[in-house]
């Protein structure tokens, strides 16, 4: 499994996650599976199938978190520079319409467009890194080119 990158907040909301799965999800699942036992022959006991199956489901989930979380690498704000758009950054842009927005570059698993946090490996994101403020991204998006231009750095 590759690296991942994320912040001390990402990493926190994923040890919450995989406590919520082991200590609420799991137990529950198990109690789901002692009563669909209850009910007598497995055999023909959709119920129980179903439980088994949802407990695979969860323990895959479980063992993917948790190797996401081995090879996590925290990335600390203090190492970020605002000389140019990178990772953790927050970047206000105006479009050729004269509208200005701000994108908060994160790491994939941090990513929510509602908080205007875009994950670092969207078309737009990439083209933002690197940039400079002043410069101007232009950016292959479905709809043709995007042309942002970059007005402001920050954390």
């Given at each position: 499994m590759a690296v991942t990158y994320m912040t001390a907040d990402g990493l926190k909301k994923l040890k919450e996650e995989i406590q919520q799965l082991e200590t609420v999800e799991r137990p529950r699942i198990i109690a789901?599976?002692?009563?669909?036992?209850?009910?007598g022959d497995l055999s023909e006991n959709a119920e129980y199938d179903a439980a088994k199956e949802a407990q695979g489901a969860l323990e895959t989930k479980i063992a993917v978190l948790k190797a996401r979380l081995a090879e996590a690498r925290v990335l600390d704000a203090s190492d970020i520079r605002t000389d140019e758009v990178q990772i953790l950054t927050k970047v206000r842009?105006?479009?050729?319409?004269?509208?200005?927005?701000?994108?908060?570059?994160?790491?994939e698993g941090e990513a929510n467009l509602a908080e205007g946090k875009i994950s670092v490996t969207t078309p737009i994101a990439k083209g933002l890194m690197g940039k400079k403020v002043g410069e101007i991204a232009e950016i292959q998006v479905?709809?043709?080119?995007?042309?942002?231009?970059v007005l402001e750095i920050s954390l």
């Open positions: 789901a599976i002692a009563e669909a036992r209850e009910k842009v105006r479009m050729a319409n004269g509208m200005e927005k701000t994108f908060h570059l994160v790491t479905p709809a043709g080119v995007l042309k942002l231009e």
